[in-house]
């Protein structure tokens, strides 16, 4: 019988020898190599994590001591130990699980986290708690050193280094690794730190007013056991350092770190992925190989990344290239956003890509250090669709209600290859406006539409695609052609030929094409993949708030959607060219 089969929670831990629990290591990685090959996921963070999970469970007393782990890329180990692991040895049982914490799923689980650098903060809240009710117990951080760059998790040492008197446990996964490389002065003091065993006179934590001790055998249970046995109970705020080995136990994932961050379905003998998600070209690519184009012509030109290069194609090779023209902030968004609005405000042309999740955080940047100033810069944005990221904490839904209304700012929302290729490269050049464009997220479509070059002379103007009568649909970015067979529908169906537009500019209204239709149109139906709430499609139906023209708004709902199948949610919203004519229907009745 194996160990894991025995293992139904953290207590069932305390009774076993030490080499019962490295045996138990190796059967966890088993079961995360059952997963992951069939299903995908973050691959390395949780290989190389394992270790210090169980160890953490054999010294804490979870839930009562409580966990709270870092953008959970590293909770798979901790999900197995804690009455999960079917969801990792069962194929039928995946479903049941996500890739993140989740308290829905156990009460080991506090926080729903999918997003970096926020478990320092979050934890010292429940410490902060504990102590004002007099309690008594362990709150444990648990943050990898990728994190550590970004701004809350900075404001989270400061504060736990200053403000708590009282248990407060962090623990600092140092594998060297971000999701790429690492950037950024504070990575130099962790370097030292490991050099010296963690006796150099330089320390961070230490300068923050913490406590410190260091482990380099960070993938050593029974050391592990014994510095988490000496921390237990602390009365003070303390750090614990250790040094880890990225994807540990697979030897293609200790090799090429990035590349195994996170993994589709592969075959494990090989390591090749077992489906592929991009047959063809893609935008990443297009994105960078037209930046390092621009670059070798122009040395004004600079890729800015804050921890996710991929997102925008900026893989090893393509930011070899690029050299200098290539930046790396690390995982500090806020930073990214700031830097190329100087960048622009002195003559550079700067492009931060990123995911639209992650632009989240910037919105204080976007609007203050950016718009205001009006500098043009420009925002490349990828996983803004409702078919892209389904995870709950990684939604791109939101992105055009967030940051719509920000004055000077100019959205963009591309519906084919070369209308996107174009706006990035008007973009670039510009330079009068701070401009953000949503990469789509239907694949890669040609078409024989004509694209304009230069967008400066036509800002906030919508593109007729066909001109009819009766209905008007309005069919935004990737949501285009799902407007395009509406309208073949509409007049196979309905008889008549609608009129189809292509608004470009999510950022602002088209007037003189808006009261146009009011000539010899009776509805218009606007198609958003974002949220209706504070979206595109809410901004036109205000235009015609007092006249005759009904207005019928398609997108999403405010919800935090989770783990959805994207064809099932949008048939149940009406975004299917079928229900779209349905809907036409009962309106002109």
Aim: net charge negative; glycine share 8%; proline share 3%.
């Amino acid at each position: 019988m194996k160990i894991l089969e025995k293992v139904n929670g953290p207590q069932d831990l305390k009774d076993l020898s030490k080499e019962e629990l490295n045996i138990l290591a190796e059967e966890i990685r088993e079961g995360l190599f059952n997963r992951l090959t069939k299903k995908g996921g973050h691959f390395g963070p949780n290989f190389g994590f394992v270790e210090a999970t169980i160890a953490m469970h054999y010294v804490f007393n979870s839930p009562v001591d409580k966990f709270v782990f870092d953008v959970s890329h590293q909770t798979y180990p901790h999900k197995m130990l804690t009455g999960r692991k079917q969801g990792y040895i069962d194929e039928s049982r995946f479903h049941e699980i996500s890739g993140y914490s989740n308290p829905e799923e156990s009460e080991h689980d506090h926080f729903v986290i999918g997003h970096t650098s926020t478990s320092i903060s979050l934890a010292s809240g429940l410490a902060k708690a504990r102590d004002l009710k007099g309690e008594n117990y362990n709150v444990v951080a648990v943050i990898g050193d990728g994190s550590l760059s970004g701004g809350e998790a900075l404001e989270g040492l400061d504060f736990a280094g200053a403000e708590l008197d009282s248990n407060f446990i962090i623990v600092v996964n140092d594998n060297q690794m971000s999701i790429a490389e690492n950037h950024g002065g504070l990575y130099k003091n962790l370097k030292a730190l490991r050099e010296s065993n963690g006796t150099c006179e330089c320390n961070l934590f230490k300068a923050m007013g913490l406590d410190y001790i260091y482990e380099a055998e960070g993938n050593n249970i029974e050391k592990l056991i014994k510095v988490f046995q000496k921390v237990k109970d602390s009365q003070h705020p303390i750090v614990v350092h250790i040094n880890t080995q990225k994807g540990k136990g697979y030897s293609l994932a200790e090799k090429n770190k990035e590349n195994w961050h996170w993994s589709l379905p592969f075959n494990k003998e090989t390591g090749n992925p077992t489906i592929n998600l991009r047959e063809g070209e893609d935008y990443l690519s297009l994105t960078a190989d037209l930046l390092l184009d621009k670059m070798e012509k122009d040395k004004s030109v600079v890729a800015v990344a804050a921890g996710v290069p991929a997102s925008f194609g900026f893989i090893e090779e393509k930011r070899k290239k690029a050299g200098k023209q290539f930046v790396d902030v690390g995982i500090a968004e806020e930073h990214a956003v700031a830097l190329i609005s100087g960048i622009a405000k002195n003559g550079g042309k700067p492009v931060f890509g990123t995911n639209s999740t992650f632009i989240q955080r910037t919105y204080d940047q976007i609007s203050q250090d950016l718009c205001i100033n009006n500098n043009p810069a420009t925002i490349v944005l990828g996983h803004t669709s409702v078919m892209r990221s389904k995870d709950v904490t990684h939604l791109g839904i939101f992105t055009i209600s967030a940051f719509k209304n920000i004055p000077n700012l100019v959205i963009l929302a591309p519906t084919n290859r070369q209308e996107y290729m174009s706006m990035l490269n008007w973009s670039i050049e510009q330079k009068e406006h701070p401009v953000m464009i949503l990469i789509p997220g239907n694949g890669v479509i040609l078409d024989n539409r004509e694209t304009e070059e230069n967008y400066s002379n036509s800002i906030n103007q919508y593109k007729i695609e066909q001109k009819g009568e009766k209905v008007a649909i309005l069919a935004c970015g990737d949501f285009y052609q799902m407007g395009e067979e509406a309208v073949k529908h509409i007049e196979e169906k309905l008889g008549f030929k609608p009129t189809l537009i292509n608004p470009r500019f999510l950022t602002g209204l088209d007037k003189d094409v808006l009261e146009g239709l009011k000539e010899n149109h009776e509805l218009v139906i606007t198609l958003e993949d974002g949220i209706l709430s504070g979206g595109f499609g809410e901004m036109i139906a205000s235009f015609y708030g007092t006249s005759r023209m009904k207005v019928k708004n398609l997108g999403l709902e405010k919800e935090f959607y989770d783990r959805y199948d994207p064809d099932e949610l949008l048939e149940s919203l009406g975004l299917k060219p079928e229900k779209i004519v349905e809907t036409v229907q009962q309106l002109l009745k």
